[in-house]
C-alpha cells in the first residue's frame, strides 16, 4: 500500500488519513478537517466535492451493543479485531442477529472455526430479501452443516455479567446462552454531514443523487454506501450499498467532478453470494417486489441438474423466473445451488435489463456441453414452462 | 431403454430396428423399409414424415481408411470398438487427423490414457472455425498436457503393413509411424434418401427447411444433423450440427407432423466445450466471419481473472468480442480459460440475440461476489473498453 506522500506524488492529490470532516458549507466551497491526533483543525477550498462517507452498521439500540463481545462486521478492522478475539478468547457459543449476506457468510466462518453457531432471526427464512423458495433452500443448507437458524427470535435484550461482557440473549422465544455476538443487521447510509449541510436525502435516508451522481447542490456528487441508486425497474430510487455498485458510481462522481459527463444508468438489483458449498444468485425484482409494484405477475420455479445427470459433479438448482403475465416480459431471475448458480445468473440479468420477454427468452441459443449444462439450459427450461401461464 | 414392444405399448408408436429405408416416394406418401437381418422389404404409408438421418464421419477418401486400426467417432458403438480395440491391442502411438471439438476431446481422453498423442492438421491452430486468440491459448493447453500439435501437416497417404494395418502416416511434412489412427474430419450429412426422393437441399448440402422444420415437400419434415439451420446474424442458412440445435428441431418438426405450429428460430453459433483442464466457449460472429459478411468490424481482447485474484482458484481468462464499429451492435463473443469460461458465454449469446451494443453492455448491473467474478466481470470490462473504438 502506497503511503499518502507516495500517492500525492504519483497522482497530485493529497490524502489526509486520520482526519475527520468537522464541517461543511456547499455555498462557500468549504471544508473544516480535524486531525485526529493532534486536535488541530484546518480549513480547505473546493470547486468540486466527492461525498463517499460509506455506511455503518445497523444497531438495534438495545443496551449491552458496546460490550467488548459484541461485534459488527463493516470493515477489515472490524473483521481483524473479531478474530483476534476468537483467537484470545476462545468463545464457544457465538449468537448471530440478522440473516442477511454478512449473516450467513460469517455463521460459515464461525462454522469452519468449530463454534456453535445460532442465526437469531425474527422473520421466518434466512436472507427474507431473497424469494422464500431460496430462503428454504439455504435454511437447509444450515441445517445440514450445523447451524441452528432459530426464526422468529426478535432480540429482546443482552443478559450482562458484573464485567458487562454479554452471557445470554434474552428473545421473543427464551433465553439462549452465548460467548460472542455478531450483529449483522445491515448497514445505515452516514449522512450526517451531507445533512448537517443542508444536502438533500431521499426517502431511503440515504444522499439522493441525480444520474451524473451529483447532488442537489450542484458541484457536490455522491457515491458508494452513502447514496440512493436509482432501480430500473421500480424506476425510483433504493438503498443498495453493494461493492460493485459503489465502485461504478465512484468512477462517475469522479469523472463529472473533474470536468467529465459521465451517468450511471442505476441497478436491476443483481447480487450473488455462497454460503457454505450453496451459490444464491439473484437478479430483478423477487415475486413479492413485483406484486408491490402492482404489476400482473406470474412466477416460475423449477429445479433442474447444473449440467448433464450423468456427468461428475452434477447438482440440483432451484430456479424462479418472475415475469409480466400480460406482456410476459422477465422482471427477476433467481437461482439457488452447489455448482453452476453464481455465473449463470448474468444471463438472466442482461435479459431482465433487455427487456426481454419469456417468449424470446425460451427461444434462446446457448452454448451447450453436458458438463456445462443439459441441451436445454435450466433458463431455457424455465421459459418454456413458463409460456404456458401467460 | 425399452424394447420397441414396450415403446409401442407406452407410446402407440412403432419402431423398427434394424431397419433401413430403401426407398421414400413423396407424392405417394410411402417408405419401402427392409430388414436388415431377414432381407424382406415391406411398405409403410405415411401422412406425415420427418426425416432424420443424421449425419456421419467425413472421410478424406484416402487408401486404408478401412484399416482396422483407423477409426471414427459419431455414436456410441464408435466409441466402444475403439475403446476395446484400446484395450486388446495396446497402442503406444495414435494420430488424430482434424482439430475440432471431437479431436481435441478425444485428444484428452487418449492423453489420459497415457498414449502418445498427436494431432495432424493442415491448418495453423486448433479449433480453426474459432478465433486464433482461442486456438493459440488451447495450442499451449495441448502443448503442457504434452499432446504434440503438428500444425500445415496435411495427410498424404498412410503406410500399410502386410495385413493391412496402418502403421505410419505420411504428411505433407514428412512420415510418422502410429500404432492408431483418429479420424475427426468433422461429419457430413445424411441426405441421399432425401436427395433420391427429390427434396432440396441447400448450398450447404443438408436438407432445406422453413422454420417448421418442413422440407420443399409439403408434410415432410426434416430435423438434426441432415438438415441446416437458419443463423440469425448471418441472416441465412448454415450446416451447423450440434446435440441441442438437433434436440430443439426435432421438437419443432415432431410438434409440427403431428398438427402443430411451432417454429424454431435458429441459431446464433452459440457452442462450448473443454479440453484437458481448458474451456472454451463462444457465441455469435467470429471476426473473421462477421468481416466476411461486409461488416465494419471492431474487435477488442481482453484477458482478465474468472474472479478477484486474490481469491483460491482464480484463473486468467481471455474475452474477445466482436461488434459492428458503426452502431456498436455485439457481433459475437468468444472466450478460453481454466474457470468460468462455459456459464458465462450464455450472458453473451442473450446480449447478441437481443442485439444490444457495446454501449449498453458496458452499463449492465451484473451479480457481484469475490469468489465469483472482480466488481467489473471480464464482460464489462471488454465492452468499456469497446467503446474507444468506434
Same mark, same amino acid.
Given at each position: 500500500?502506497?503511503?499518502?506522500?507516495?500517492?500525492?506524488?504519483?497522482?497530485?492529490?493529497?490524502?489526509?488519513?486520520?482526519?475527520?470532516?468537522?464541517?461543511?458549507?456547499?455555498?462557500?466551497?468549504?471544508?473544516?478537517?480535524?486531525?485526529?491526533?493532534?486536535?488541530?483543525?484546518?480549513?480547505?477550498?473546493?470547486?468540486?466535492?466527492?461525498?463517499?462517507?460509506?455506511?455503518?452498521?445497523?444497531?438495534?439500540? /438495545?443496551?449491552?451493543?458496546?460490550?467488548?463481545?459484541?461485534?459488527?462486521?463493516?470493515?477489515?478492522?472490524?473483521?481483524?479485531?473479531?478474530?483476534?478475539?476468537?483467537?484470545?478468547?476462545?468463545?464457544?457459543?457465538?449468537?448471530?442477529?440478522?440473516?442477511? *449476506?454478512?449473516?450467513?457468510? /460469517?455463521?460459515?466462518?464461525?462454522?469452519?472455526?468449530?463454534?456453535?453457531?445460532?442465526?437469531? *432471526?425474527?422473520?421466518?427464512?434466512?436472507?427474507?430479501?431473497?424469494?422464500?423458495?431460496?430462503?428454504?433452500?439455504?435454511?437447509?443448507?444450515?441445517?445440514?452443516?450445523? %447451524?441452528?437458524? #432459530?426464526?422468529?427470535?426478535?432480540?429482546?435484550?443482552?443478559?450482562?455479567?458484573?464485567?458487562?461482557?454479554?452471557?445470554?440473549?434474552?428473545?421473543?422465544?427464551?433465553?439462549?446462552? #452465548?460467548?460472542?455476538?455478531?450483529?449483522?443487521?445491515?448497514?445505515?447510509?452516514?449522512?450526517?454531514?451531507?445533512?448537517?449541510?443542508?444536502?438533500?436525502?431521499?426517502?431511503?435516508?440515504?444522499?439522493?443523487?441525480?444520474?451524473?451522481?451529483?447532488?442537489?447542490?450542484? +458541484?457536490?456528487?455522491?457515491?458508494?454506501?452513502?447514496?440512493?441508486?436509482?432501480?430500473?425497474?421500480?424506476?425510483?430510487?433504493? *438503498?443498495?450499498?453493494?461493492?460493485?455498485?459503489?465502485?461504478?458510481?465512484?468512477?462517475?462522481?469522479?469523472?463529472?467532478?473533474?470536468?467529465?459527463?459521465?451517468?450511471?444508468?442505476?441497478?436491476?438489483?443483481?447480487?450473488?453470494?455462497? %454460503?457454505?458449498?450453496?451459490? %444464491?444468485?439473484?437478479? +430483478?425484482?423477487?415475486?413479492?417486489?413485483?406484486?408491490?409494484?402492482?404489476?400482473?405477475?406470474?412466477?416460475?420455479?423449477?429445479?433442474?441438474?447444473?449440467?448433464?445427470?450423468?456427468?461428475?459433479?452434477?447438482?440440483?438448482? #432451484?430456479?424462479?423466473?418472475?415475469?409480466?403475465?400480460?406482456?410476459?416480459?422477465?422482471?427477476?431471475?433467481? /437461482?439457488?445451488?452447489?455448482?453452476?448458480?453464481?455465473?449463470?445468473?448474468?444471463?438472466?440479468?442482461?435479459?431482465?435489463?433487455?427487456?426481454?420477454? %419469456?417468449?424470446?427468452?425460451?427461444? /434462446?441459443?446457448?452454448?451447450?456441453?453436458?458438463?456445462?449444462? +443439459?441441451?436445454?439450459?435450466?433458463?431455457?427450461?424455465?421459459?418454456?414452462?413458463?409460456?404456458?401461464?401467460?
Amino acid at each position: 500500500m502506497r503511503t499518502p506522500e507516495q500517492f500525492k506524488e504519483k497522482q497530485g492529490i493529497d490524502v489526509f488519513l486520520r482526519h475527520r470532516v468537522r464541517r461543511l458549507d456547499p455555498r462557500a466551497g468549504r471544508i473544516e478537517v480535524e486531525d485526529i491526533d493532534k486536535g488541530e483543525t484546518r480549513a480547505l477550498d473546493f470547486d468540486k466535492l466527492v461525498l463517499a462517507t460509506g455506511a455503518r452498521s445497523r444497531r438495534l439500540g /438495545m443496551p449491552g451493543e458496546e460490550a467488548e463481545n459484541l461485534f459488527t462486521l463493516k470493515d477489515l478492522g472490524d473483521g481483524i479485531r473479531l478474530k483476534a478475539y476468537i483467537d484470545r478468547e476462545q468463545p464457544k457459543r457465538v449468537g448471530i442477529l440478522g440473516s442477511g *449476506y454478512i449473516a450467513l457468510e /460469517m455463521a460459515e466462518a464461525f462454522r469452519t472455526r468449530g463454534l456453535e453457531t445460532t442465526i437469531f *432471526y425474527r422473520g421466518t427464512r434466512p436472507a427474507s430479501h431473497l424469494e422464500p423458495e431460496i430462503g428454504d433452500w439455504i435454511r437447509k443448507e444450515l441445517d445440514e452443516k450445523g %447451524v441452528q437458524f #432459530l426464526p422468529e427470535h426478535t432480540p429482546l435484550s443482552f443478559v450482562r455479567n458484573g464485567k458487562g461482557k454479554i452471557v445470554a440473549l434474552e428473545t421473543s422465544k427464551g433465553q439462549y446462552p #452465548l460467548d460472542l455476538v455478531l450483529s449483522a443487521l445491515g448497514v445505515v447510509p452516514n449522512t450526517e454531514i451531507a445533512a448537517e449541510a443542508g444536502i438533500g436525502r431521499g426517502e431511503t435516508g440515504a444522499i439522493r443523487t441525480d444520474e451524473g451522481q451529483q447532488t442537489d447542490h450542484p +458541484g457536490i456528487y455522491a457515491a458508494g454506501d452513502c447514496c440512493e441508486v436509482y432501480h430500473q425497474i421500480l424506476e425510483g430510487p433504493v *438503498y443498495m450499498p453493494l461493492g460493485d455498485v459503489a465502485n461504478k458510481q465512484g468512477r462517475v462522481a469522479g469523472e463529472n467532478a473533474a470536468g467529465g459527463k459521465a451517468t450511471f444508468d442505476g441497478v436491476i438489483g443483481s447480487s450473488c453470494f455462497q %454460503v457454505f458449498s450453496l451459490q %444464491v444468485a439473484s437478479t +430483478g425484482l423477487t415475486e413479492k417486489t413485483a406484486r408491490g409494484k402492482g404489476l400482473d405477475v406470474g412466477v416460475q420455479n423449477i429445479e433442474a441438474s447444473s449440467k448433464v445427470h450423468y456427468m461428475p459433479g452434477a447438482e440440483p438448482l #432451484l430456479l424462479k423466473i418472475v415475469f409480466e403475465r400480460s406482456s410476459g416480459r422477465l422482471l427477476g431471475g433467481h /437461482m439457488a445451488g452447489r455448482e453452476g448458480v453464481a455465473r449463470r445468473i448474468n444471463t438472466l440479468a442482461v435479459a431482465v435489463q433487455s427487456r426481454l420477454t %419469456v417468449q424470446s427468452l425460451s427461444k /434462446m441459443d446457448f452454448a451447450y456441453a453436458p458438463q456445462f449444462s +443439459g441441451a436445454f439450459d435450466p433458463i431455457l427450461i424455465a421459459a418454456e414452462q413458463a409460456l404456458k401461464k401467460l
